[in-house]
């Protein structure tokens, strides 16, 4: 079945530095990735939706300049966190709509970023 | 606005016992419906999902869930529940397929000897 890898699964970096993490679809397009965020003991919140080929789509809240989300193929998603605080310590999780109607979506494994 | 209501923060059942999570969406019209567990540091496992057509729905680890439009509710149930079954557990929803999932903010089992 169709399969999302998202990398890297785990990430410590210290305060002000900047994280890049990865969504691929291995075995399918998708021209959208939706990028959420769960805090600890909390409920994943959709942060953004990347489109191939334009700009992202934020939501109300999320700092669009924190946050940068590009597109670069109908396979790759990324999602860079610029200046990272220790507020910015989450669980950030890709998903990419189902390629065939009637499936559901396909989610990443996640990417617990810690920020000291 | 579309949501999800998990009534049941945290729920602790007896190994062996049955289990019924409950899960209220709001929605104009019957909008895709999805089980979602969790374990501590991991990702996202799908139990079961529901678009339409026989509103009792089997799904993995012998849970099911039941749709009733009436009450717009999707609650998952399980007969008999194993230890291994403690974890998070999310009811989501999309409008429709190719949408992002809304998420309830979760249900934690807990499974006592």
């Known amino acids: 079945g169709a399969v999302v890898s998202q990398h890297p699964s785990w990430v410590i970096c210290k305060s002000g530095t900047s994280v890049k993490i990865e969504c691929r679809s291995l075995?399918?397009?998708?021209?959208?990735m939706f990028w959420y965020r769960q805090f600890p003991k909390q409920s994943l919140m959709l942060m953004a939706t990347?489109?191939?080929?334009?700009?992202?789509?934020?939501e109300q809240g999320v700092e669009k300049d924190k946050f940068l989300i590009n597109h670069a193929s109908l396979t790759l998603s990324t999602l860079t966190v610029t200046s990272a605080h220790p507020e910015d310590s989450s669980f950030y999780i890709c998903?990419?709509?189902?390629?065939?109607?009637?499936?559901?979506?396909?989610f990443g494994q996640g990417t617990r970023l810690t920020v000291v | 606005a579309q949501s999800v209501t998990q009534p049941d923060i945290h729920i602790t059942v007896s190994e062996g016992a049955s289990l019924e999570l409950r899960c209220n969406y709001s929605?104009?019209?019957?909008?895709?419906l999805f089980w979602y567990v969790q374990s501590p540091g991991q990702g996202l496992q799908l139990l079961l999902k529901?678009?339409?057509?026989?509103?009792l729905v089997q799904g993995i680890k012998g849970f099911e869930a039941e749709f009733k439009r009436s009450q717009s509710s999707f609650n998952l149930r399980k007969p008999s529940v194993h230890w291994s079954d403690a974890a998070e557990y999310f009811c989501?929803?999309?409008?429709?397929?190719?949408?992002?999932?809304?998420f309830g903010k979760g249900t934690t089992l807990s499974v006592s000897s």
């Open positions: 529901y678009f339409s057509g026989d509103t």
């Open positions: 990347s489109n191939e080929g334009s700009k992202a789509t934020y």
């Open positions: 929605y104009g019209a019957t909008p895709y």
């Open positions: 998903s990419a709509p189902p390629p065939t109607a009637l499936t559901e979506a396909f």
């Open positions: 075995d399918f397009q998708a021209t959208t």
């Open positions: 989501a929803v999309a409008p429709f397929g190719g949408t992002a999932l809304i």
